[in-house]
């Protein structure tokens, strides 16, 4: 019966079977109409009505078996439903097989070579309309892998296009899948689809250890197509090693597809490096594909060969590329160059942790011209062209590249970070401030650090960084160090290790290797300059001035930590010490130079006077000036130490032991002098008194210090001649073998130290103290006289009260040494009230300024003074007058008076003194004998 239905119903039959996806029916009919339905018919009306939602393994083995030809013994038994076709006439179905519009299989667009083969064109079609109508992308591999080997077409769809949109859409990505149908996909430009593959690549930290997947999941697969390569380009860069000259533009258009993915490596190591090193890591390259089982490498050798030496070029560019100073950064850096050395099939890289340990000689692996400064721009721009020798795989790019990652890594890792690209630029640029700078950064970085096994390291480290394991001997002197330190000298280096490690108090292992070991990798005077340097770097930056502490202790320690080298007796070695015992004095005092900031040593050393600390100290210690001795300790361990005014430097002409003996007086001079201020402000004026008395008149002046400007020691005598009593002033503690009268010794006390003063001012200053000299000189009478009325008072009325009171009071005849008792009567010697009772005598102060001048200058004036100093205190023999009239004469005609044989007056006495002194300040010039001592004549 069904042998009488016209063709038209069988098709219209075919048509609703399929609409129905009854493939079994279906089969059937295909298989017992077989001359009817042509194998491209009935593959169009599938294509046509079979729904695309249909699941591919419903109806694949139907089209297998109509592309054999050859049916199952079972399908042909199988029942055939033709009722819905029956009832039609022959001319309804006629009708309606014309309005069924079948699809074509061959349609303009569609790529491909097998134009003539009704399966393939038909599971192409049937390929996009399963996507785009049913979005059923994952239906395909079913439909399409039985005819993989059926027409290369068919696997080239599968495997390049198919497989890697399944990937990226289905498995891999499915929450962001590309919005481009199959066919849309698959006419993309090469560029363009590579970056939507990769579009969600390495976005995510959690997806970096997928990237390699990625990779090989869909890029591989989507690269083998020849539609991907170019094939004209391909024969002109294929047979020869891509040069200068051509490459650049040719390999860029050989395959764009593969360019893009380069690109896209680059780029990613210069603005997310993580991704490009997972990729370098993860993907052994174009050789490393995931075909999912569904296709063999089918690549020339050629392409192999190009795909692999530009992934290789690429990924030594990504090391360069990576922007970061890490740690991390360059491991990752490093793990590229390892990668590409194996896929490069060259001597293996040893592992990071090992370079780092062993630190390679790699020096000598790194030959030609890689070096040259000229390459400093490949590491910027055309990192992929093939003239960049940077890039080019070679055994001297890789390990040019691997000891620029160490010596990054060995900078960062101490704490100074350091790109792959900055040690590029300091080993190829040589640029040896830059050098110099990163250096000093690297060391400084090191501290602090008390273990010795570090600090071994850490030189090896240095001394790599600068020739990259150069064999010492071997290298011929122009062959230059090639390290990111080449051009910093070893001594250098050396040095600036030797500082760190003192700073660190690495004694016994500086030792050790700069004054113990047999190689010496110092000279013996570098070491030394070295030495104090630290050893003076350590004092500067010491906090307290006690030499047990902190940086003076180091500076100390540093200074006896090379017993061979630094000798005790050096003279720089003495200065520190000088220094060291300054500075450690001064710690016992309170002592702020500077509002709130407490004194550190290195204000000492810096200071443009440092005998005015010393100042400070008597202000801000309360009695300190008592310590005169200590005090002039310090100063002349400073002048000792080197420390100077500045206005004092360079004296030229006097040798330098002098010279310090100078200063050193000079110091001491004026130390005592501030003692004297200091006493005065303190209103003790008997310590000044008696500073005065014994340490600027009693200590006769050398000959030396003659070259001296004193202007300290006057002045403070000065001072202490004009002090006036007060309610403030300290009592003196005992009386000695001066008056009794408190007033009228403090009178002599000052009178004294204008004497003192006088003898040693300069000449312009004299009249000055002269008129101070006067002042106290009438006062003196005064009181002198003002005793002695009330001595008379005293006497007068003692005789009343002794005959008035038995029992009554009598002085004892060493009363004036118990000034306790001294209210009870004014003590007076019988040549005060002489005195008093005369009128007052030419006095030697009445000289005027001018011929106290000349008397200092002028030889005969001075004997006639000295004749007459030696005649007032009577223990002067030559008694011939001097002709000349004058001052002295003045003063020798006081003297020829005679009335003073036995008792001179006191007020003589003093005058005396004071000529004594005055004759004394400026006889040594002439050699006279030294005037008689204040006090000689008294009984
Ligand atoms: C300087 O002193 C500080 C503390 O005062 C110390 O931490 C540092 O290590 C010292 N530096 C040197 C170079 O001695
Ligand atoms: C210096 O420091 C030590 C302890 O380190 C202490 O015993 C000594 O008194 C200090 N000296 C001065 C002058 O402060
Ligand atoms: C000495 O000086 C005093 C006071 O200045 C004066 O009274 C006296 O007359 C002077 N004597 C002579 C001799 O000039
Ligand atoms: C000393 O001084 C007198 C006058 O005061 C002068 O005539 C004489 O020349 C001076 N002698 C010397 C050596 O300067
Ligand atoms: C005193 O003068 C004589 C010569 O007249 C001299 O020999 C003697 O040394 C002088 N004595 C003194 C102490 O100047």
Not at 415 to 440: I, M, V, Y
Request: glycine share 6%; net charge negative; proline share 6%.
């Amino acid at each position: 019966m069904a042998l009488l239905l016209s063709p038209a119903k069988l098709v219209l039959l075919a048509v609703h079977l399929s609409v129905k996806a009854d493939i079994d029916s279906l089969t059937a009919l295909a298989a017992r109409h077989g001359t009817l339905f042509r194998k491209d018919l009935i593959l169009r009306i599938i294509l046509t009505y079979l729904p695309e939602t249909l699941q591919s393994k419903k109806y694949v083995r139907f089209i297998e078996q109509l592309e054999t030809g050859a049916f199952p013994e079972t399908v042909t038994a199988q029942h055939i439903d033709y009722s819905a076709v029956e009832a039609l006439t022959d001319d309804e179905a006629a009708k309606k097989v014309r309005k069924l519009h079948l699809l074509p299989l061959n349609l303009a667009d569609i790529p491909g070579e097998a134009t003539d083969d009704a399966t393939t064109l038909f599971l192409l079609r049937r390929s996009y309309r399963v996507d785009e109508e049913a979005g059923l992308l994952d239906e395909l591999p079913s439909l399409l892998l039985p005819f993989l080997d059926h027409s290369p077409c068919i696997r080239s769809l599968m495997v390049s296009t198919i497989l890697p949109l399944l990937r990226r859409n289905c498995e891999y990505y499915p929450q962001e899948p590309i919005s481009y149908t199959l066919l849309g996909f698959q006419q993309l430009p090469d560029r363009v689809a590579v970056n939507l593959l990769l579009s969600q690549t390495g976005l995510r930290e959690a997806d970096l250890a997928l990237v390699g997947r990625d990779l090989k999941g869909m890029v591989g697969p989507w690269l083998y197509n020849e539609k991907r390569w170019k094939e004209t380009k391909r024969c002109q860069s294929y047979g020869s090693v891509p040069g200068p000259q051509d490459g650049d533009g040719a390999n860029d258009d050989l395959c764009p597809g593969w360019e893009q993915v380069l690109q896209w490596l680059t780029a990613h190591a210069s603005k997310n490096w993580k991704v490009a090193v997972s990729a370098i890591e993860q993907w052994d390259g174009p050789g490393d594909v995931d075909l999912g089982g569904w296709s063999v490498m089918w690549l020339s050798d050629q392409e192999q060969d190009h795909l692999e030496q530009s992934y290789a070029r690429a990924a030594l560019a990504s090391a360069y590329l990576i922007p970061e100073a890490s740690v991390k950064a360059l491991e990752g850096a490093y793990s590229i160059v390892a990668k590409i050395t194996s896929l490069l099939d060259q001597d293996p890289a040893s592992p990071l942790p090992s370079s780092l340990a062993m630190l390679p000689p790699l020096a000598d692996q790194i030959t030609g011209t890689i070096t040259s400064a000229r390459n400093a721009a490949y590491m910027r721009n055309d990192l992929l062209v093939a003239s960049n020798l940077l890039t080019s795989p070679s055994k001297t790019s890789t390990t040019f590249l691997r000891a620029l990652i160490l010596s990054a890594l060995l900078l960062t890792r101490a704490g100074s970070p350091c790109t792959l690209r900055r040690a590029g630029e300091l080993s190829l640029l040589r640029d040896e401030r830059e050098q110099k700078s990163e250096a000093n950064k690297l060391i400084h970085a090191l501290g602090p650090n008390t273990d010795d096994k570090f600090w071994i390291k850490a030189r090896n480290e240095i001394l790599w960084l600068r020739d990259w394991g150069a064999e010492d001997g071997t290298s011929s002197s122009d062959d230059q160090p090639k390290g990111v330190f080449s051009q910093l000298k070893k001594e250098f280096l050396e040095v600036e290790i030797l500082k760190a490690l003192l700073g660190n108090t690495r004694y016994t292992l500086a030792r050790s290797i700069y004054e113990d070991s047999t190689d010496h990798p110092l000279a013996k005077i570098v070491l030394q300059d070295t030495i104090y340097a630290t050893a003076m770097t350590a004092y500067d930056n010491a906090s307290n001035p006690n030499r047990t502490r902190g940086g003076l202790k180091k500076c100390d320690e540093i200074l006896k930590a090379f017993p061979k080298t630094i000798e005790k007796s050096a003279a720089a070695t003495k200065k520190i010490e000088a220094l060291l015992q300054a500075t450690h004095a001064l710690a016992e005092f309170r002592l702020v130079l500077k509002q709130g900031e407490p004194f550190t040593p290195v204000v000492l050393r810096v200071h443009t006077d440092p005998i005015s600390i010393i100042g400070k100290i008597l202000e801000q210690n309360p009695r300190s000036y008592t310590r005169l001795h200590d005090l002039v300790d310090i100063g002349s361990r400073m002048v000792q130490a080197g420390l100077r005014a500045h206005e004092e430097v360079g004296h030229g002409v006097i040798s330098a032991p002098e010279q310090e003996l100078t200063q050193r007086l000079t110091a001491e001079r004026r130390i005592v002098a501030m003692c004297i201020d200091a006493a005065l402000i303190e209103d003790d004026f008997e310590t000044a008194y008696s500073y005065v008395v014994n340490r600027l008149t009693a200590k006769p002046i050398s000959m030396q210090s003659a070259t001296v400007v004193d202007e300290y020691s006057w002045k403070a005598a000065l001072q202490a001649g004009k002090y006036r009593r007060t309610g403030q002033t300290v009592r003196p503690t005992h009386l000695g073998t001066a008056s009794g009268n408190p007033e009228i010794r403090h009178l002599e006390q000052r009178i004294e130290c204008l004497a003192a003063a006088l003898r040693i001012a300069p000449a312009p200053t004299l009249q000055e103290i002269l008129n101070a000299f006067r002042r106290a000189e009438e006062e003196l009478d005064a009181a002198v006289k003002a005793e002695a009325e009330q001595e008379d008072a005293w006497d007068t009325a003692g005789d009343s009260i002794h005959t008035g009171m038995p029992g009554g009071f009598t002085p004892p005849a060493s009363f004036n040494k118990h000034p306790a008792t001294a209210t009870a009567k004014p003590v007076t010697s019988s040549s005060r009230r002489h005195q008093a009772e005369e009128a007052a005598p030419m006095s030697l102060f009445n000289l005027s300024r001018a011929s106290v001048m000349s008397a200092q200058k002028n030889l005969s004036a001075l004997s006639s003074l000295q004749r007459s100093a030696g005649l007032m205190g009577g223990s002067g023999k030559n008694t011939t007058a001097e002709e000349k009239p004058g001052p002295a004469s003045a003063i020798g005609s006081d003297g020829e008076d005679g009335h003073q044989q036995k008792r001179a007056r006191k007020r003589d006495q003093l005058a005396n003194a004071a000529m004594g002194t005055l004759v004394s300040g400026v006889g040594w010039l002439i050699s006279a004998p030294a005037p008689p001592q204040p006090g000689t004549d008294r009984e």
